[in-house]
Protein backbone atom coordinates (compact mmCIF):
# COMPACT_ATOMS: atom_id res chain seq x y z
CA UNK A 1 0.00 0.00 0.00
CA UNK A 2 1.21 3.46 -0.82
CA UNK A 3 1.15 5.19 2.16
CA UNK A 4 2.81 8.05 1.64
CA UNK A 5 -0.10 8.53 -1.22
CA UNK A 6 -2.84 8.47 1.72
CA UNK A 7 -1.16 11.11 3.60
CA UNK A 8 -0.10 13.58 0.22
CA UNK A 9 -4.17 13.45 -0.19
CA UNK A 10 -4.83 14.92 3.08
CA UNK A 11 -2.15 17.51 3.22
CA UNK A 12 -3.55 18.34 0.26
CA UNK A 13 -6.73 18.99 1.14
CA UNK A 14 -5.24 20.89 4.23
CA UNK A 15 -3.43 22.80 1.37
CA UNK A 16 -6.65 23.83 -0.96
CA UNK A 17 -8.41 24.77 2.60
CA UNK A 18 -5.65 27.25 3.54
CA UNK A 19 -5.01 25.49 6.88
CA UNK A 20 -1.49 23.65 5.72
CA UNK A 21 0.32 24.62 8.82
CA UNK A 22 4.05 26.45 7.65
CA UNK A 23 6.66 27.00 10.80
CA UNK A 24 8.90 30.47 10.51
CA UNK A 25 12.12 28.75 11.51
CA UNK A 26 13.58 31.93 14.16
CA UNK A 27 16.83 31.67 15.97
CA UNK A 28 15.78 34.05 19.31
CA UNK A 29 18.41 35.81 20.22
CA UNK A 30 18.76 36.10 23.79
CA UNK A 31 18.16 39.62 25.15
CA UNK A 32 16.58 41.21 22.25
CA UNK A 33 13.11 39.59 22.45
CA UNK A 34 11.32 40.75 20.44
CA UNK A 35 13.97 40.81 17.73
CA UNK A 36 14.83 37.62 16.28
CA UNK A 37 16.52 36.34 12.96
CA UNK A 38 13.86 34.67 10.65
CA UNK A 39 15.24 31.66 8.19
CA UNK A 40 14.61 32.00 4.69
CA UNK A 41 15.41 30.91 1.17
CA UNK A 42 17.75 34.19 1.19
CA UNK A 43 19.21 33.56 4.26
CA UNK A 44 18.17 35.01 7.63
CA UNK A 45 16.72 38.72 8.49
CA UNK A 46 15.86 40.47 11.60
CA UNK A 47 11.99 40.25 12.12
CA UNK A 48 9.81 41.17 15.18
CA UNK A 49 7.93 38.82 16.83
CA UNK A 50 4.37 39.48 17.46
CA UNK A 51 2.94 36.19 18.58
CA UNK A 52 5.23 34.90 21.32
CA UNK A 53 3.72 33.32 24.39
CA UNK A 54 6.98 34.05 26.07
CA UNK A 55 4.33 37.04 27.20
CA UNK A 56 6.86 38.65 29.37
CA UNK A 57 10.01 37.95 27.86
CA UNK A 58 11.37 35.66 30.99
CA UNK A 59 12.53 33.56 28.82
CA UNK A 60 15.60 35.94 28.20
CA UNK A 61 15.78 37.14 31.53
CA UNK A 62 19.25 37.44 32.51
CA UNK A 63 18.79 36.04 35.88
CA UNK A 64 16.98 33.19 34.11
CA UNK A 65 19.59 32.47 31.84
CA UNK A 66 22.14 32.34 34.24
CA UNK A 67 20.40 29.95 36.80
CA UNK A 68 20.19 27.48 33.97
CA UNK A 69 23.42 27.83 32.47
CA UNK A 70 24.33 27.69 36.60
CA UNK A 71 22.80 24.64 37.02
CA UNK A 72 23.58 22.98 33.95
CA UNK A 73 26.99 23.00 34.97
CA UNK A 74 26.47 21.34 38.34
CA UNK A 75 23.92 18.52 37.37
CA UNK A 76 24.22 18.23 33.72
CA UNK A 77 21.56 18.12 30.82
CA UNK A 78 19.38 15.56 31.84
CA UNK A 79 17.60 14.17 34.63
CA UNK A 80 18.58 10.66 34.10
CA UNK A 81 15.27 9.29 34.33
CA UNK A 82 11.44 9.21 34.90
CA UNK A 83 10.75 10.89 38.09
CA UNK A 84 10.30 7.07 39.53
CA UNK A 85 13.64 5.76 38.99
CA UNK A 86 16.12 7.84 39.86
CA UNK A 87 14.91 11.53 37.88
CA UNK A 88 13.55 13.19 40.79
CA UNK A 89 16.27 15.71 41.10
CA UNK A 90 16.64 17.82 44.69
CA UNK A 91 15.90 20.76 41.95
CA UNK A 92 12.07 19.44 40.68
CA UNK A 93 11.10 19.23 44.91
CA UNK A 94 11.95 23.13 45.09
CA UNK A 95 10.27 24.19 42.23
CA UNK A 96 7.10 21.96 42.89
CA UNK A 97 7.31 23.95 46.73
CA UNK A 98 7.71 27.00 44.77
CA UNK A 99 4.39 26.48 43.26
CA UNK A 100 2.52 25.07 46.12
CA UNK A 101 3.33 28.12 47.53
CA UNK A 102 2.63 30.52 44.51
CA UNK A 103 -1.08 29.30 44.08
CA UNK A 104 -1.66 28.81 48.20
CA UNK A 105 -2.16 25.02 47.81
CA UNK A 106 -0.76 22.31 49.68
CA UNK A 107 1.56 20.67 46.97
CA UNK A 108 1.92 20.76 43.42
CA UNK A 109 3.89 18.37 41.08
CA UNK A 110 5.69 18.99 38.25
CA UNK A 111 5.04 17.51 34.30
CA UNK A 112 6.53 17.47 30.98
CA UNK A 113 4.35 20.23 29.43
CA UNK A 114 1.37 22.36 30.34
CA UNK A 115 -0.55 19.88 27.93
CA UNK A 116 0.67 16.60 29.23
CA UNK A 117 0.08 17.90 32.44
CA UNK A 118 -3.85 18.72 31.39
CA UNK A 119 -4.21 14.99 29.65
CA UNK A 120 -2.63 13.31 32.42
CA UNK A 121 -4.34 14.81 35.10
CA UNK A 122 -8.28 14.82 33.53
CA UNK A 123 -7.72 11.33 32.64
CA UNK A 124 -6.75 9.90 35.86
CA UNK A 125 -9.30 12.01 37.68
CA UNK A 126 -11.70 10.51 35.19
CA UNK A 127 -11.46 7.12 34.98
CA UNK A 128 -10.16 5.96 38.62
CA UNK A 129 -13.16 8.30 39.87
CA UNK A 130 -15.91 5.95 39.45
CA UNK A 131 -18.97 6.71 37.74
CA UNK A 132 -17.48 10.59 37.65
CA UNK A 133 -18.85 13.28 34.74
CA UNK A 134 -17.38 15.89 34.19
CA UNK A 135 -18.36 18.86 33.00
CA UNK A 136 -16.05 21.13 30.70
CA UNK A 137 -16.62 24.50 29.19
CA UNK A 138 -17.51 24.79 25.93
CA UNK A 139 -14.21 26.35 24.71
CA UNK A 140 -11.73 24.16 26.64
CA UNK A 141 -8.19 23.35 24.94
CA UNK A 142 -7.79 20.26 23.39
CA UNK A 143 -5.21 18.78 26.19
CA UNK A 144 -7.86 19.20 28.45
CA UNK A 145 -10.19 17.44 25.68
CA UNK A 146 -7.85 15.04 25.00
CA UNK A 147 -7.85 14.14 28.64
CA UNK A 148 -11.51 13.76 29.47
CA UNK A 149 -11.98 11.31 26.24
CA UNK A 150 -8.85 9.40 26.92
CA UNK A 151 -10.61 9.12 30.76
CA UNK A 152 -13.63 7.54 29.42
CA UNK A 153 -16.01 8.97 31.62
CA UNK A 154 -19.06 11.30 30.78
CA UNK A 155 -18.39 14.37 29.61
CA UNK A 156 -20.94 17.10 30.13
CA UNK A 157 -20.22 20.36 27.63
CA UNK A 158 -21.45 23.40 29.35
CA UNK A 159 -21.99 26.62 27.37
CA UNK A 160 -18.78 28.78 27.24
CA UNK A 161 -18.19 31.60 30.77
CA UNK A 162 -21.89 30.69 31.28
CA UNK A 163 -22.58 30.00 35.13
CA UNK A 164 -26.36 29.43 34.47
CA UNK A 165 -25.78 27.01 32.43
CA UNK A 166 -23.03 24.88 34.38
CA UNK A 167 -25.79 25.18 37.16
CA UNK A 168 -28.43 23.74 34.68
CA UNK A 169 -26.42 20.57 33.73
CA UNK A 170 -25.21 20.08 37.40
CA UNK A 171 -29.01 20.22 38.49
CA UNK A 172 -29.65 17.56 35.70
CA UNK A 173 -27.04 15.25 37.42
CA UNK A 174 -27.42 12.43 39.82
CA UNK A 175 -26.51 13.91 43.69
CA UNK A 176 -23.82 11.49 44.77
CA UNK A 177 -22.22 11.12 41.44
CA UNK A 178 -18.30 12.89 41.71
CA UNK A 179 -18.20 16.13 39.31
CA UNK A 180 -15.45 17.80 38.30
CA UNK A 181 -15.94 21.38 36.69
CA UNK A 182 -12.86 21.91 33.75
CA UNK A 183 -12.55 25.64 32.26
CA UNK A 184 -10.03 27.91 31.45
CA UNK A 185 -9.24 31.39 33.58
CA UNK A 186 -8.01 33.20 30.50
CA UNK A 187 -8.93 31.71 26.86
CA UNK A 188 -6.34 32.05 25.19
CA UNK A 189 -8.21 32.81 21.35
CA UNK A 190 -10.00 35.57 22.22
CA UNK A 191 -8.51 36.83 25.34
CA UNK A 192 -11.43 37.02 27.46
CA UNK A 193 -11.65 35.74 31.28
CA UNK A 194 -13.65 33.25 33.64
CA UNK A 195 -16.45 34.32 36.30
CA UNK A 196 -14.18 32.13 38.54
CA UNK A 197 -16.27 32.94 41.38
CA UNK A 198 -19.23 32.73 40.10
CA UNK A 199 -18.39 29.38 38.51
CA UNK A 200 -16.94 28.21 41.92
CA UNK A 201 -20.35 29.12 43.78
CA UNK A 202 -22.12 26.69 41.24
CA UNK A 203 -19.47 23.75 41.24
CA UNK A 204 -19.87 24.12 45.49
CA UNK A 205 -23.40 24.00 45.79
CA UNK A 206 -23.13 20.56 43.43
CA UNK A 207 -20.51 18.95 45.72
CA UNK A 208 -18.31 19.41 43.23
CA UNK A 209 -14.69 19.71 42.46
CA UNK A 210 -13.34 22.48 40.29
CA UNK A 211 -10.35 22.10 37.50
CA UNK A 212 -8.79 25.22 36.23
CA UNK A 213 -6.01 25.52 33.64
CA UNK A 214 -4.52 28.81 34.37
CA UNK A 215 -2.04 28.31 31.62
CA UNK A 216 -2.28 31.90 29.50
CA UNK A 217 -2.63 33.56 33.52
CA UNK A 218 0.09 32.34 35.54
CA UNK A 219 2.79 35.20 35.84
CA UNK A 220 0.54 37.62 33.94
CA UNK A 221 -2.34 38.12 36.65
CA UNK A 222 -2.38 39.09 40.53
CA UNK A 223 0.10 40.32 42.76
CA UNK A 224 2.30 37.50 42.91
CA UNK A 225 1.89 36.75 39.59
CA UNK A 226 -0.57 33.53 40.38
CA UNK A 227 -3.06 34.18 38.20
CA UNK A 228 -6.56 35.43 37.81
CA UNK A 229 -7.58 33.06 40.97
CA UNK A 230 -5.43 35.22 43.14
CA UNK A 231 -6.18 38.33 41.25
CA UNK A 232 -9.82 37.34 42.11
CA UNK A 233 -9.35 36.09 45.46
CA UNK A 234 -10.33 32.82 44.99
CA UNK A 235 -7.28 30.75 44.85
CA UNK A 236 -8.73 28.65 47.86
CA UNK A 237 -11.93 27.74 46.24
CA UNK A 238 -10.36 26.23 43.15
CA UNK A 239 -9.71 22.40 44.06
CA UNK A 240 -6.96 22.08 41.45
CA UNK A 241 -4.93 25.09 39.60
CA UNK A 242 -3.05 23.62 36.43
CA UNK A 243 -0.14 25.81 34.64
CA UNK A 244 2.90 25.83 32.17
CA UNK A 245 6.15 26.94 32.69
CA UNK A 246 6.33 27.78 28.58
CA UNK A 247 4.61 30.67 28.36
CA UNK A 248 4.99 33.46 31.26
CA UNK A 249 7.24 31.75 33.12
CA UNK A 250 9.60 31.52 29.48
CA UNK A 251 10.85 28.15 30.09
CA UNK A 252 8.82 25.08 29.60
CA UNK A 253 7.29 22.28 31.76
CA UNK A 254 3.78 21.71 33.09
CA UNK A 255 2.31 21.49 36.81
CA UNK A 256 -0.75 20.94 38.72
CA UNK A 257 -1.40 22.42 42.58
CA UNK A 258 -3.94 21.38 45.23
CA UNK A 259 -3.96 18.90 48.32
CA UNK A 260 -1.53 16.82 49.31
CA UNK A 261 -3.81 13.74 48.73
CA UNK A 262 -4.76 15.03 45.77
CA UNK A 263 -1.00 15.68 44.03
CA UNK A 264 -0.09 12.48 45.25
CA UNK A 265 -3.50 10.44 43.95
CA UNK A 266 -2.22 11.98 40.56
CA UNK A 267 1.34 10.85 40.84
CA UNK A 268 0.40 7.58 41.99
CA UNK A 269 -1.82 6.76 38.63
CA UNK A 270 -0.82 9.07 36.23
CA UNK A 271 0.49 7.34 33.23
CA UNK A 272 1.96 10.95 32.09
CA UNK A 273 3.57 11.63 35.05
CA UNK A 274 4.81 8.15 35.93
CA UNK A 275 6.36 6.82 32.35
CA UNK A 276 8.38 9.80 31.11
CA UNK A 277 11.51 11.37 31.69
CA UNK A 278 12.00 14.31 34.02
CA UNK A 279 12.27 17.50 33.05
CA UNK A 280 16.20 18.83 32.88
CA UNK A 281 16.76 20.02 36.61
CA UNK A 282 18.41 23.34 35.30
CA UNK A 283 14.98 23.70 33.75
CA UNK A 284 13.53 23.65 37.11
CA UNK A 285 15.67 25.74 38.71
CA UNK A 286 15.60 27.85 35.50
CA UNK A 287 11.47 28.02 35.75
CA UNK A 288 11.77 28.61 39.78
CA UNK A 289 14.08 31.48 39.27
CA UNK A 290 11.58 33.38 36.85
CA UNK A 291 8.57 32.53 39.22
CA UNK A 292 10.16 33.83 42.14
CA UNK A 293 11.13 37.12 40.04
CA UNK A 294 7.50 37.20 39.10
CA UNK A 295 6.61 36.92 42.50
CA UNK A 296 8.32 39.78 43.99
CA UNK A 297 8.37 42.12 40.53
CA UNK A 298 5.03 43.20 38.94
CA UNK A 299 7.28 45.71 36.68
CA UNK A 300 7.11 43.38 33.45
CA UNK A 301 3.48 42.81 33.90
CA UNK A 302 2.93 46.51 34.30
CA UNK A 303 4.78 47.93 31.26
CA UNK A 304 3.48 44.64 29.35
CA UNK A 305 -0.54 46.38 30.37
CA UNK A 306 0.71 49.51 29.26
CA UNK A 307 1.74 48.35 25.79
CA UNK A 308 -1.34 46.26 25.23
CA UNK A 309 -3.59 49.38 26.55
CA UNK A 310 -1.38 51.28 23.75
CA UNK A 311 -1.45 48.79 21.09
CA UNK A 312 -6.04 48.39 21.34
CA UNK A 313 -5.62 52.55 21.31
CA UNK A 314 -3.57 52.92 18.13
CA UNK A 315 -5.48 50.11 15.97
CA UNK A 316 -8.74 51.96 17.05
CA UNK A 317 -7.06 55.24 15.72
CA UNK A 318 -6.51 53.29 12.80
CA UNK A 319 -9.96 51.08 12.12
CA UNK A 320 -8.91 48.33 12.02
CA UNK A 321 -11.15 45.86 14.06
CA UNK A 322 -10.04 43.67 17.05
CA UNK A 323 -11.70 41.78 19.91
CA UNK A 324 -11.93 43.82 23.04
CA UNK A 325 -11.27 41.26 25.62
CA UNK A 326 -9.73 42.42 29.26
CA UNK A 327 -7.06 40.57 28.87
CA UNK A 328 -3.13 40.82 27.24
CA UNK A 329 -4.29 39.00 23.70
CA UNK A 330 -5.49 41.00 20.91
CA UNK A 331 -6.94 39.02 18.34
CA UNK A 332 -7.44 40.93 14.39
CA UNK A 333 -10.68 39.04 12.82
CA UNK A 334 -9.90 38.25 9.71
CA UNK A 335 -12.39 35.40 9.10
CA UNK A 336 -10.86 34.02 6.18
CA UNK A 337 -7.84 31.20 6.05
CA UNK A 338 -6.28 32.24 2.30
CA UNK A 339 -6.54 36.48 3.42
CA UNK A 340 -5.15 35.35 6.75
CA UNK A 341 -2.42 33.93 5.66
CA UNK A 342 -1.75 35.87 2.71
CA UNK A 343 -2.01 39.34 5.61
CA UNK A 344 0.61 37.18 7.88
CA UNK A 345 2.96 36.25 4.68
CA UNK A 346 2.84 39.95 3.76
CA UNK A 347 3.36 41.69 7.18
CA UNK A 348 6.70 39.04 7.14
CA UNK A 349 8.31 39.72 4.01
CA UNK A 350 7.54 43.63 3.08
CA UNK A 351 7.59 44.47 6.97
CA UNK A 352 9.66 42.02 8.81
CA UNK A 353 6.42 41.53 11.24
CA UNK A 354 6.03 38.16 12.14
CA UNK A 355 2.37 37.00 13.14
CA UNK A 356 1.45 33.39 12.91
CA UNK A 357 -1.97 33.09 11.20
CA UNK A 358 -4.40 31.22 13.59
CA UNK A 359 -6.58 28.82 11.38
CA UNK A 360 -9.09 25.68 11.72
CA UNK A 361 -8.55 23.64 13.60
CA UNK A 362 -7.58 25.89 16.22
CA UNK A 363 -10.79 28.30 16.06
CA UNK A 364 -13.70 27.46 14.13
CA UNK A 365 -13.70 28.02 10.81
CA UNK A 366 -14.71 31.42 9.54
CA UNK A 367 -13.00 33.12 12.67
CA UNK A 368 -9.75 33.28 11.39
CA UNK A 369 -7.91 35.91 12.83
CA UNK A 370 -4.12 37.41 12.99
CA UNK A 371 -3.49 36.97 17.65
CA UNK A 372 -1.20 39.64 19.08
CA UNK A 373 0.93 39.14 22.61
CA UNK A 374 2.16 42.48 22.91
CA UNK A 375 5.40 42.21 25.36
CA UNK A 376 6.76 44.71 27.83
CA UNK A 377 10.03 44.35 25.24
CA UNK A 378 8.00 45.38 22.33
CA UNK A 379 9.16 48.84 22.40
CA UNK A 380 6.58 52.29 21.48
CA UNK A 381 8.34 52.63 17.84
CA UNK A 382 7.63 48.78 17.26
CA UNK A 383 3.71 49.32 17.94
CA UNK A 384 3.58 52.14 15.22
CA UNK A 385 5.62 50.27 12.80
CA UNK A 386 2.86 47.08 13.03
CA UNK A 387 -0.01 49.19 13.32
CA UNK A 388 1.59 51.25 9.90
CA UNK A 389 2.30 48.15 8.37
CA UNK A 390 -1.67 46.77 9.44
CA UNK A 391 -3.15 50.02 7.76
CA UNK A 392 -1.43 49.76 4.58
CA UNK A 393 -2.41 46.13 4.16
CA UNK A 394 -5.83 46.66 5.23
CA UNK A 395 -6.61 48.90 2.25
CA UNK A 396 -4.68 46.57 -0.21
CA UNK A 397 -6.29 43.64 0.39
CA UNK A 398 -9.57 44.57 1.15
CA UNK A 399 -9.87 43.53 4.55
CA UNK A 400 -12.76 45.46 5.89
CA UNK A 401 -15.09 43.18 3.56
CA UNK A 402 -14.08 40.04 5.15
CA UNK A 403 -14.28 41.47 8.81
CA UNK A 404 -17.56 43.30 7.93
N1 LIG B 1 -3.75 24.81 28.21
C1 LIG B 1 -4.01 25.82 27.36
C2 LIG B 1 -5.24 26.61 27.58
C3 LIG B 1 -3.12 26.13 26.31
O1 LIG B 1 -3.41 27.13 25.47
C4 LIG B 1 -1.95 25.36 26.16
C5 LIG B 1 -0.91 25.61 25.07
N2 LIG B 1 -1.14 26.55 24.17
C6 LIG B 1 -1.72 24.32 27.05
C7 LIG B 1 -2.62 24.07 28.06
C8 LIG B 1 -0.50 23.49 26.93
O2 LIG B 1 0.56 24.12 27.57
P1 LIG B 1 2.09 23.80 27.12
O3 LIG B 1 2.37 24.70 25.97
O4 LIG B 1 2.90 24.07 28.33
O5 LIG B 1 2.11 22.36 26.70
Redesign the pocket.
Known sequence: MDFDALFATQLNQLKEEGNYRIFAELERECGQHPKAQCHGEDGKRQITVWCS?DYLGMGQHPKVVERMQEVIGQCGAGAGGTRNISGTNHHHRLLEDELADLHGKEDALLFT??????WAALSTLGARLRDCVILSDEL??A??IEGMRHSRAKVVIWKHNDPADLEAKLAALPANCPKIVAF?SV??MDGDIAPIAEICDVAEKYGAMTYL?E??AVGMYGPRGAGIAERDGVMDRVTLI?G????AFGV???YITGSKTLCDFIRSFASGFIFTTALPPAVAAAAQTSIRHLKESSAERDLQKVRVAQLRQMLDRAGIPHIDNPSHIIPVMIKDPVKCRMLSDYLMDEFGIYVQPINYPTVPKGTERLRFTPSPNHSVDDLRHLVSALEVLWKQCAISQAVA
Open positions: NSGYVSNNHSMEYSDVHETLGKVGG
